[in-house]
Structures are given as structure tokens and as C-alpha cells.
């Protein structure tokens, strides 16, 4: 029972950090980003090209939901229920986000005639905003699914064609603007956004090395490849005090991994015994490939 609840309260902290998220990324982009005209990269930047081409007729909140919606639907076919589960909460979470804050900011600049300021302090909290939602394995939709769908199909990393769909959507901005500075904006935000996000997340990128000491070790073994998907390894070993025999369950994961993998030890067994390390490079299936 207290496996259970603990596992209830681990996947409800995950959702809610998602919530916070997205709050925050749906008041800096209506707050910062789109109120000063600014087209910025991913769906929403595909959304606020759609609400300037109508005249503001149709609000960045129901062209982002109607196509995420479209997109979802391909992806449940390609990616499964599972894989998009968070993406579907997160999805919602910011469609709601966009409508309160259009609602409660009217698209009035927060800071007006300050477009440039606006953009550096928009990209900041945008990109923690992200970082919010992607150090739980969330997502946001949009271009997301479309990376993710690609990538199961041909040889390309989702960042490189996460990179050229923004490219395509800031400079698309030119043909309803005309105005090539507010594509430099555009880019400028892209950058600020993608670099906060990465030092939220840089320290979740690192590979990490785990030794687990504990009498249920096949137990744990088992859950770490079903649950998580992850390979490991049972070793023999001796106890230097006891000299009796001990498993030794090796793993190696990323580090945004490490949360899971101590509540799933956890549940398992309380009394285990474990160490993490940092390790400088982990290559071959599931990490890094072997460079020569």
C-alpha cells in the first residue's frame, strides 16, 4: 500500500511540475513575446504567424490546441499511448495557460517600448519554463511529436530538426512583418530560450553510474529493465566484513533518470544500500555513439 501511494505521490509532483511549466511559459510569451510582435520558433511561433495573419482573429490558444490536437492523433498511431501520456497533459496544461493569460493581459506589453528587454527576459522564462517540463520527461507538443516521429523513421537527431523548423517559422515572419529586425528579435529569443533551457537541464545530462547493494536484487534488476527500459548487470561479490556473498546490481542512466531509479529501488526495498557516481562518457545503445 505504501509502495502504491508513494508511486501516486512521485507521478502527481511530476504532473504538477509540468502545470507550473507551462503557466510560466504561457504568461512570458504572452506577457514578453507575442504582445510585442515577435514570432518565435516551435508551434506557439507557427500559432502567433496564424494570429497576425488573421488580423488577431483566431488567438495563439485555439490554432495551438486544434493543431496538437492533429498532431497527437498521428502520433498515437506511431509513438503509443505510453510515450505520449505527459506529452497529452502538457499539451493541455498550455492551451489552458495561453487562454488565461490572453484573457488576463489583454496583449498589452508588459514592458512597453521595450521590445529588445522584453525578448531577453521572455526567452529567460520561457526556456525555464521548458526546462520545467522536460526535467520530468514532459513535453509540449507541437514540433515535439514532429521531431519525435521523424526521428523513429530516418537517421536524424530530433534537435537538428527541431533547429530547422524554427529557422523556417522566425524568417516566415518577414512576409507579414517586413521587417527584418523583428526576425533578429526572433532569433535572439530562440537562442536566450534554448540556453536557459540547457543549464536548467544540464545538470540532468550527465551519465551516472549506479551500484545497489540489497538481498532483492533480481527484483530490482527486473523492474529496472521493464519499468525503466534500461539494461543492467548483476555481479558476484563478497562482503569484506560478513564474507558472505552479496549481488551487486550495476546500471548505468542518465541523470535525469536518477530520480526514478531511487524511487523504484525504493519501493522495492527501503534498506538497500546504493551509490551514485558521475561518470565522464558512457557509449554505445541507449547513450552516446562511439566516436573515432
Same mark, same amino acid.
Not at 511529436?145 to 518577414?174: E, M
Not at 527484483?219 to 566484513?241: H, K, N, P, S
Given at each position: 500500500?505504501k509502495?502504491?501511494?508513494?508511486? *501516486?505521490?512521485?507521478?502527481? $509532483? ?22 510585442n510582435?515577435?514570432?518565435t ?5 507557427v ?12 488567438? %495563439? ?29 502538457? %499539451? ?11 484573457? &488576463?493581459?489583454g496583449? &498589452? ?12 527576459? #521572455? ?10 517540463v522536460?526535467?520530468?520527461?514532459? @513535453?509540449?507538443? #507541437?514540433?515535439?511529436? *514532429? ?11 530530433? #534537435? ?22 523583428? *526576425? ?8 536566450v530560450?534554448?540556453? &536557459? ?9 550527465? @551519465? ?10 533480481d ?6 529493465? $521493464? ?10 561479490? &563478497?562482503?569484506?566484513?560478513s ?5 551487486? %546490481?550495476?546500471?548505468?542512466?542518465r ?5 526514478? *531509479? ?6 522495492? !526495498?527501503? !534498506?538497500?544500500?546504493?551509490? $551514485? ?10 547513450? !552516446? $555513439?562511439?566516436?573515432?
Open positions: 500500500m509502495k502504491e501511494l508513494s508511486k *501516486i505521490y512521485f507521478t502527481v $509532483q511530476d504532473y504538477v511540475m509540468i502545470l507550473l511549466g507551462t503557466l510560466l511559459y504561457g504568461f512570458s510569451f504572452n506577457a514578453f513575446i507575442l504582445s510582435e515577435i514570432v520558433g516551435g508551434l506557439s511561433g500559432c502567433a504567424l496564424i494570429f497576425f495573419a488573421t488580423g488577431e482573429l483566431v488567438p %495563439v490558444s485555439v490554432s495551438y490546441f486544434v493543431i496538437n490536437v492533429a498532431l497527437l492523433a498521428v502520433a498515437l498511431k506511431v509513438l503509443g499511448l505510453k510515450f505520449l501520456l505527459k506529452t497529452i497533459f502538457g %499539451v493541455f496544461s498550455l492551451s489552458f495557460s495561453f487562454t488565461l493569460f490572453e484573457r &488576463v493581459l496583449g &498589452v506589453p508588459l514592458l512597453p517600448d521595450e521590445p529588445f528587454m522584453s525578448i531577453l527576459i #521572455g526567452g529567460c522564462l520561457c526556456g525555464a519554463g521548458l526546462g520545467m522536460f526535467s520530468v520527461n514532459g @513535453s509540449t507538443g #507541437g514540433t515535439d511529436i *514532429i521531431g519525435a516521429v521523424v526521428h523513429k523513421y530516418k537517421n536524424i537527431s530530433i #534537435g537538428r530538426i527541431l533547429l530547422f523548423c524554427d529557422f523556417v517559422i522566425i524568417s516566415s515572419s518577414f512576409v507579414l512583418f517586413h521587417d527584418v529586425e523583428k *526576425i533578429v528579435f526572433g532569433f535572439v529569443e530562440m537562442v530560450c534554448n540556453y &536557459v533551457l540547457d543549464m536548467v537541464l544540464n545538470a540532468n545530462r550527465q @551519465s551516472v553510474q549506479f551500484l545497489i547493494f540489497s538481498l532483492k536484487y527484483e530490482i534488476a527486473d523492474a529496472i529493465i $521493464q519499468d525503466l527500459g534500461r539494461g543492467c548487470t548483476v555481479l558476484d561479490g &563478497v562482503g569484506g566484513y564474507k558472505k556473498p552479496v549481488k551487486v %546490481v550495476v546500471l548505468l542512466a541523470r535525469s533518470e536518477s530520480g526514478n *531509479i531511487f524511487r523504484l529501488v525504493k519501493h522495492i !526495498d527501503r !534498506d538497500a544500500f546504493i551509490s $551514485q557516481s558521475v561518470v565522464l562518457g558512457v557509449y554505445g545503445e541507449g547513450f !552516446d $555513439q562511439i566516436k573515432t
